[in-house]
């Protein structure tokens, strides 16, 4: 039988369909991956509660990371133009990653993001998660986006370099990199 996506059973009126995928990923075996509803705020939350210090640190700076309802709220309610956030799950549902892009202040522009669980990493999810951001970004008027990360977390500075993203700054121990999107008629 054909793998087939489940859409979230609560999902917003506004929820873009078209961004669901199933990846087949570096081992061979399939993932399930769908823009996040707000449903998913418990769930994010259950996850980040259970990370690693250490995930939490390269993902956010901070090896103590506490979420309340308001924050899991605003990262799960998402309008899926300037702020938009997908999530990568086994057949079973067990989250496998999160990524997304926040727009920033200057139009055109966003920053974006990516956590993969330390025992589905090197199989290409973020690499993945990356692509389809770009296509979403790019579908929404966004033409540059950009990523930090600290200057020793040598995994994102590969994965980055991989994905395009390029003109490496630093900010104390802070990287960021950018990448353009190609306009309309490119
Ligand atoms: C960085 C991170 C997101 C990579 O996720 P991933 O799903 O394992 O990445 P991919 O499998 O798509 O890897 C793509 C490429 O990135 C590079 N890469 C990824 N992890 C790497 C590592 N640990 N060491 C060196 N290169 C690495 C490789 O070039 C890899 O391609 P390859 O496997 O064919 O050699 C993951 O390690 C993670 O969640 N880290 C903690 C949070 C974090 O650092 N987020 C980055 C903020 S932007």
């Known amino acids: 039988m054909p793998l087939t996506m489940i859409p979230p059973a609560d999902a917003p009126a506004h929820y873009p369909f078209q961004f669901e995928r199933i990846v087949t990923l570096g081992d061979g075996s399939p993932a399930r991956v769908r823009p996040i509803v707000p449903e998913d705020a418990s769930l994010l939350g259950a996850e980040i509660e259970a990370a690693d210090e250490e995930t939490l640190y390269l993902r956010f700076f901070t090896p103590v990371v506490r979420f309340d309802e308001a924050r899991l709220r605003y990262l799960t309610e998402l309008d899926y133009d300037r702020r938009f956030a997908l999530a990568a799950f086994t057949l079973d549902g067990d989250g496998m990653a999160i990524a997304r892009y926040e727009g920033a202040a200057a139009a055109g522009e966003a920053e974006v993001a990516v956590t993969v669980k330390p025992e589905y990493r090197r199989l290409g999810i973020a690499t993945s998660l990356f692509g389809l951001l770009e296509e979403a970004a790019a579908a929404h008027g966004i033409r540059r986006l950009y990523a930090n990360y600290l200057a020793a977390n040598d995994a994102a500075e590969a994965l980055l ?14 990287a960021t990199v950018v990448k353009e999107l190609p306009g309309p008629s490119e």
């Open 161 to 174: 370099a991989k994905c395009g993203y390029g003109d490496v700054e630093f900010d104390g121990s802070i």
